[in-house]
Structures are given as structure tokens and as C-alpha cells.
């Protein structure tokens, strides 16, 4: 199984919302990544776990909580979203860090926040 | 400050030519590179890699060139497939980090 998914694929919110992405991946990779994508913009590293612990937070705000719950999972939980907060939300798993590490990409999820 | 940077946003090359997306990077730590093929609305799929160590790396029609001197690699398809057309983000990372850098990406379209 070489399959990262993401749920749900779309997702609008209001501003006052709370809701959650989920991420999942069965192949036994010890690293994961959120990665928020803007329209006609690279991918942009958000978090990474290593090991089931927050490994790097690009300085995002608080408003977005990830959450490890094991090897397989991967949250993002969402609170009090702005508009331009609307992208695309992409999960990535890899074996081993940077340097030997391919990461698997999973479909994403297409957040609006009106 | 774009570490990773694909200066062409577009290519259009025809069915059965070569197609050559160029990717140059200003981090001298960068000791390993990527690139990944992006169709709307998925996720990025990853074609290719290459460590520093090496100049080149093949895998059927994809082939990457690094010249480290210059801080450049490329990816080169050859011949290319109408299947082929999608964006292209080339991304770099270096030994001991889970942090990847994308380029801006190019649109590569292969007209038939």
C-alpha cells in the first residue's frame, strides 16, 4: 500500500468553526508533513512530525493545531479560520529524513473559509 | 527569499520531443533534490531524485542533470506524452531535515 489518504477531499467553513483534516498512510513511514498550496504557489511546509512528535511548526499560527495521534494518523485541526486561510491542504508521509527521503503525497483537501 | 526557483512558469513541447524543465537553488547545504509531477486537484506524485554525489540520474524517459557548480539541475523527457502535461516543482532538502523546499513549479503541456 503505497496510498496516502486525506479526508474530507473539500471542506468550507465559517470563520466561528472548528473542524479537522485527517491524514492517513500504511506504509510504515515515521515522518509526516502538512503542507498548505495556494493557487499557482509551491507547496508550503506547515508542520512535521517525526516519530509521533512535532518535529518542526513553520511558525504557523495557532489557529491551526496538529495532532499525531499514532504512526499512522495525522490531524489538522482547525479553529476561528480567516478567508485567506483558503488553499489547498496537502498530507505527506516519508521513511527517513531530507537526503534519501521521497515523500508520498496525499490528494489533499480544498479548503474554502467564507 | 525563493531558495528553489523554476524561472519558466509554462512549457509547450510536441509529442515525441524532448521536453526540459530547469530548476536553479541558492542554498549550498541543498545535498538532495526531487521533482514531482502535479495534475489538477491531486496531490504531487514523485518522479525523480538525485544526491549530490551524482551528476545524473535515469528512470525510463526521466533523466535529472545536477551541476552543482552552478546550482542547477534540470529534468529532461524524452520522448514526451500527451499524459505528460501537468505542473512540474522540483524541491530540494539536505541530510538530517524533513524540510523540503518547492520551486514555483512549470506547466509542461505536450501537444499532440
Known amino acids: 500500500d503505497t496510498e496516502v489518504t486525506q479526508t474530507p477531499k473539500h471542506l468550507v467553513m465559517g470563520m466561528t468553526n472548528k473542524k479537522s483534516l485527517k491524514c492517513e498512510q500504511h506504509?510504515?513511514?515515521?515522518?509526516m508533513y502538512w503542507y498548505k498550496q495556494k493557487a499557482k504557489k509551491p507547496p508550503e511546509l506547515m508542520f512535521v512530525?517525526?516519530?509521533?512528535?512535532?518535529?518542526i511548526n513553520e511558525s504557523v499560527p495557532s489557529r491551526f493545531s496538529p495532532e499525531c495521534p499514532n504512526s499512522s494518523l495525522l490531524n489538522l485541526h482547525l479553529h476561528a479560520l480567516q478567508p485567506e486561510d483558503s488553499a489547498l491542504y496537502l498530507c505527506?508521509?516519508?521513511?527517513?529524513?531530507?537526503?534519501?527521503?521521497?515523500?508520498?503525497f496525499g490528494p489533499g483537501t480544498r479548503l474554502t473559509v467564507l | 527569499d525563493q531558495q528553489v526557483k523554476q524561472n519558466s512558469p509554462s512549457l509547450s513541447v510536441q509529442e515525441g520531443r524532448i521536453s526540459i524543465l530547469n530548476c536553479d537553488y541558492t542554498n549550498s547545504m541543498f545535498d538532495y533534490f526531487l521533482w514531482y509531477k502535479k495534475y489538477p486537484a491531486e496531490g504531487p506524485t514523485f518522479l525523480i531524485s538525485i544526491s549530490s554525489i551524482k551528476d545524473k540520474n535515469e528512470d525510463g524517459r526521466f533523466t535529472v542533470f545536477l551541476n552543482k557548480s552552478a546550482k542547477h539541475l534540470s529534468l529532461h523527457i524524452v520522448p514526451s506524452q500527451p499524459g505528460d502535461s501537468a505542473v512540474y516543482f522540483c524541491a530540494a532538502s539536505w541530510q538530517g531535515t524533513y524540510k523540503y523546499i518547492f520551486g514555483t513549479g512549470t506547466r509542461l503541456k505536450v501537444l499532440a
Open positions: 512530525y517525526s516519530y509521533e512528535k512535532l518535529s
Open positions: 506504509m510504515g513511514h515515521r515522518a
Open positions: 505527506a508521509s516519508s521513511q527517513t529524513s531530507g537526503a534519501g527521503g521521497e515523500q508520498f
